[in-house]
């Protein structure tokens, strides 16, 4: 969603998953028109996977699942978490409302990648590439910024544990983070059970 990756950029971002295993997946992708390999011009040369049109099309799909996953009262924070999936569920979960009125420009450095968003009307628009003008950068490991967007965790607290490096507005960022609620939970199965039971006593 967020441009072409090589094998390797792929298979890091999936932890678990064997070669062969991708590989097969990536080939059942392309077989459907889902995806494309091609090589980079040099001086990259190398070859990528980046999805097709209609490939693309398919975000809303992802957006509503990451929705619905959000309720899982069995969720697991401590799961691996990717860039992409960071970066999808900002599309993903952005408050239009919260963000109404705000225009501004959040960089984002997630290890050796780069990635800048653009936030306005409501809508934030994200892509790799260079920072420069960007308003504020956040600097840490997916997991880190996520807990600090989710989870609630403070800004101030994950610079004093330097996981986390904040340049540019602080209001901004401090703004920023608000603005992606997460969906009430499901109500887990033992409650709905108990709900269930007292519904038919009550007849």
């Known amino acids: 969603m967020f441009g072409p990756r090589r094998f390797s950029a792929l298979r890091a971002s999936l932890p678990g998953i064997s070669a062969n295993v991708l590989t097969q997946r990536l080939e059942g992708l392309e077989a459907a028109g889902i995806l494309l390999r091609r090589r980079l011009p040099p001086p990259g040369a190398v070859q990528v996977y980046e999805l097709t049109p209609w490939g693309l099309e398919s975000e809303p799909i992802f957006q509503a699942l990451g929705r619905w996953a ?4 069995a969720h697991d924070p401590t799961l691996p978490f990717s860039a992409a ?3 999808l569920s900002l599309r993903t979960m952005l408050d239009a409302g919260r963000a109404a009125g705000l225009t501004a420009r959040i960089g984002f450095r997630l290890g050796a990648e ?4 653009v936030l306005a009307a409501g809508r934030i628009e994200i892509a790799a590439g260079p920072l420069d003008g960007a308003d504020v950068v956040f600097d840490g490991a997916p997991a880190v910024i996520a807990g600090a967007i989710y989870g609630g965790q403070p800004l101030a607290a994950l610079e004093a544990a330097g996981v986390l490096r904040l340049t540019g507005d602080r209001a901004l960022a401090g703004r920023f983070v608000t603005l992606f609620p997460l969906p009430e939970k499901a109500p887990p199965a033992s409650l709905r059970a108990a709900q269930s039971t007292a519904s038919r006593d009550s007849t």
Do not use: H
């Not at 959000?70 to 009262?73: D, K, Q």
């Not at 780069?114 to 968003?117: C, D, F, I, S």
């Open 70 to 73: 959000a309720r899982s009262p």
């Open 85 to 87: 999936s960071l970066l």
């Open 114 to 117: 780069r990635y800048l968003g």
